[in-house]
């Protein structure tokens, strides 16, 4: 009864449905016939170069076809893909190579000055780059034909609030219930399309293709993400669902101007953070259908979001936990949140982690009796819909308030000259700590008339302290605010 | 690992959706807020009257909401439902309460001539009316908040060739991949509405109310098949799918005439054994959308359905296995058989029964390695579609309802005057198949009296509509009935 045996995704979805769309990029369509024999022919090509079940291999790619063949072909074999985020530095990359005991790197020609880079301190790891790869010769693969839903599909690296980065395990079981989630809470239709131009090395990403094989879904890649690429895709390729963060949202939403999104459009799935109130406005009104989600590595992706009834009356909150999920908020003494109480979140369910690799003992701190504790803060209303806060580690603690940064961000991107903001806390000598923000601007703007705004808006212990205007606000490839970086930023002013 | 706890589906289902519509019966339709409401309640009268936790109790209840409403009770109690076909004789379900040692009967004041009948052998049995439930006392009770998909949720009784009934065990996790699994395959959208006409106590219902909950899905329920009252709640209440047998979708396909079901219409789920080609091919050209299925209770409902892309070029086949399970057929040497050659039908899947109650010598046999032997024969074609020859050889199959000979044949040799008997199926133009019986006798005994007898101890369905008197039951060197032949001698005796 432990094992729970299916047939391996990919043979089965090329079996039931071969001739469905299953993947576009770059003005190229292949159905999950093709996709099925390319990843099957570079399965071959990976056992030639020495690839085996139950290894861990890295895997260094940008968001392309090829990288999906690549992965269902690591899926064929039964090889555990750690997928490294192509964003970090070498020094980052070989780390988490190191520490998942990986072998092989497979990467490409785009990430050579990484990868040579790697490979000083990474002697006896074999790093090939698909273009390679594809040339080199076929061995029959033994593929897969049934695995157990408890089995090890993908290794993610996530920092979290200690620093050091840890390997988070998703199961096939795990991508599979998520996928179930979804589907039982936006439905599923065969004129469903996704599309994907969120990092395919992330789970928001990565979780699209698990459900595009699933499903028997399209989806759509895009190499980066681009406002006015994405809005013709949508009207193009009749993509009817996507997945977004509030920075991607906010630049389709001003790229549109006074068009609207077709009408086959019909889910704006926006994770990575707390959104910014005014952006779900503003959405509303040019009927963008915004589900607002939670989620994380953790949880293979979303676990929580509002149900398509609520998208107005509950605006601003992340909804319940799906089907197969569940949540709940506790308060410092252990005990359970009342209504309307800020507490951290905890999570369950079939699509949580196993754990993190060889970290048994942070995984049996973070992972109770199945609760997941995400170390977010959050609360519950008196219906039930989750509002998350904000991350723990950002909590601003100021003369015993506490200051939540996204919401202090919110305000000031609601001004119509700043484009984006971050803030952090500055420990100060009356208070603890002070709020400290960022912001990139449109228009020329005085900090003066910057701090006037936030007056008018926020609680005096809100209203940071300082205003830097800088040319980016620093953020990693989900779009999420490198808080660290404004932290490196802030001291360099100072010393001046 | 083990476990794979889920929180209730009905506690989790009224907190997604509680104002949804989730049962429409009788002009009335009822939230998912409402069901959980009305099960709670009963919950707490079941409590009052002593049902607790992991016991098994017996159900006798007629197609009505509140047989939804007191199945759903039970899951939230966590009492296993004993789901009793409420055509068997008192006799067959005083078997099932005795085999399955329970020590409650829930039923109806419309079945008080079989449950009066069936007290006098369930001395410890207590019985109760659902309109004496509906009056007792509440009594705040225990639910089952979470549960384990490894539960038992309910036990349907199979006959099978043995002759005597087993008990199909279902766990919830069962009817969680059944529904899955069907949801991958049809898609799901908010205005989904699935009609059971079909009976609550059968797979094919009771999978349309589990379906309902995990789906957040109107289900519109009648209390008994008949075609123009389909016809109007499809046009009424906007019902998208429907589940049906051959001799239910030929009722409906004749009154039809020149209409047509309207646009909103997409899915005729089409179960209970092979359909007469004839029936599809009238469907097609009145565009009535059908999906061949094959299931049974051991599968929790369907295992196998045509997808929609196919319904026309692989007419007549049920199709593939569900994304969640796999199919097989195997030739007598135990080999897998070649494209196009018939032999045994094997499934495997997490819709599976995890056995038989009380019966791990059968459930050992019929269960290995995760592959149940179904019994009925059939064959892949050269692209792996399933076309099913026959359900086991001597099923017999009327009107939807499974007839298993050695039932038949048993009560009948249990008469004193009768030495030996054979059971086959006729061709019926109503039923699609009704039982006749041959029978050899020791004393002069006169036709009418031996279907009386029948009659005394079977389902009426059950009962042959002809018993023809015969010198000797053929059989071979090991005793087994020769059908193929006893079907001859009915040829012979129809010319005549």
Same mark, same amino acid.
């Given at each position: ?14 079996? $039931? ?73 070498? =020094? ?17 020609? !785009? ?23 594809? +040339? ?37 079981? +795990? ?26 090395? =992330? ?22 993400? =681009? ?6 895709? #949508?009207? +193009? ?10 920075? *991607? ?108 690799? +060889? ?43 506490? #200051? ?68 980016? #606000? ?7 605010? !490198? ?6 930023? $802030?001291?360099?002013? *100072?010393?001046?």
């Amino acid at each position: 009864m432990n094992d729970q045996m299916m047939q391996n995704f990919l043979l089965k979805r090329a079996s $039931l449905t071969p001739d469905r769309p299953a993947i576009y990029f770059a003005d190229q369509t292949y159905t999950f016939s093709d996709v099925f024999d390319k990843a099957f022919h570079i399965a071959g090509q990976l056992t030639s170069l020495g690839l085996k079940r139950g290894q861990f291999a890295g895997v260094l790619l940008a968001n392309h076809a090829d990288s999906a063949f690549i992965y269902l072909a690591f899926q064929l074999l039964g090889v555990k893909a750690v997928i490294l985020n192509n964003r970090l530095t070498a =020094h980052e990359l070989a780390w988490q190579m190191e520490d998942s005991d990986s072998l092989f790197l497979i990467t490409e020609e !785009l990430f050579t000055l990484k990868s040579k880079e790697m490979e000083k301190s990474l002697p006896n790891v074999t790093i090939i780059n698909k273009e390679d790869l594809f +040339n080199s010769p076929f061995v029959e693969p033994i593929v897969v034909n049934e695995m157990n839903l408890n089995e090890v599909c993908t290794v993610m690296y996530t920092s979290g609030t200690t620093g050091f980065p840890k390997g988070v395990l998703q199961t096939y079981g +795990n991508h599979m219930w998520s996928a179930i989630g979804s589907a039982l809470n936006l439905g599923l239709t065969e004129q469903d399309c996704w599309l994907c131009a969120v990092p395919l090395f =992330h789970i928001s990403g990565y979780s699209i293709l698990m459900r595009s094989i699933i499903y028997g879904m399209k989806m759509v890649i895009l190499d980066s993400f =681009h406002e006015k690429k994405a809005i013709d895709l #949508i009207e +193009n390729e009749k993509v009817t669902i996507m997945s977004v963060v509030s920075t *991607m949202l906010t630049r389709i939403e001003e790229e549109l101007g006074d068009q609207r999104l077709p009408e086959h459009f019909r889910c704006m799935l926006l994770g990575g953070g707390p959104a910014p109130r005014g952006l779900l406005e503003k959405c509303m009104f040019k009927l963008i259908p915004v589900y607002q989600t939670y989620g994380m590595t953790e949880t293979s992706s979303q676990i929580v979001t509002l149900s398509p009834e609520y998208s107005i009356s509950k605006l601003g909150s992340a909804g319940k936990a799906l089907f197969p999920s569940q949540l709940k908020i506790i308060v410092s003494n252990g005990k359970d949140a009342k209504p309307n109480e800020a507490g951290e979140i905890l999570v369950k369910g079939p699509n949580i982690t196993i754990g993190y690799l +060889n970290r048994e003992e942070e995984t049996a701190k973070r992972i109770v009796d199945g609760w997941l504790s995400t170390g977010d803060i959050g609360y519950l209303d008196s219906d039930g819909f989750l509002f998350v806060l904000d991350r723990r580690s950002d909590l601003i603690i100021s003369g015993g308030e506490n #200051i939540y940064p996204a919401e202090i961000e919110g305000v000031l991107v609601s001004h119509p000259n700043i484009s984006d903001a971050g803030v952090i806390g500055m420990k100060d000598e009356k208070w603890g700590e002070v709020p400290i923000a960022f912001v990139t601007i449109k228009k020329d703007m005085k900090e003066e008339e910057m701090i006037q705004y936030c007056l008018e808006k926020l609680a005096k212990y809100k209203v940071p302290k300082k205003i830097y205007i800088i040319d980016e #606000i620093p953020r990693n490839a989900a779009k999420k605010i !490198l808080r660290r970086n404004l932290r490196l930023l $802030l001291n360099k002013n *100072m010393k001046r």
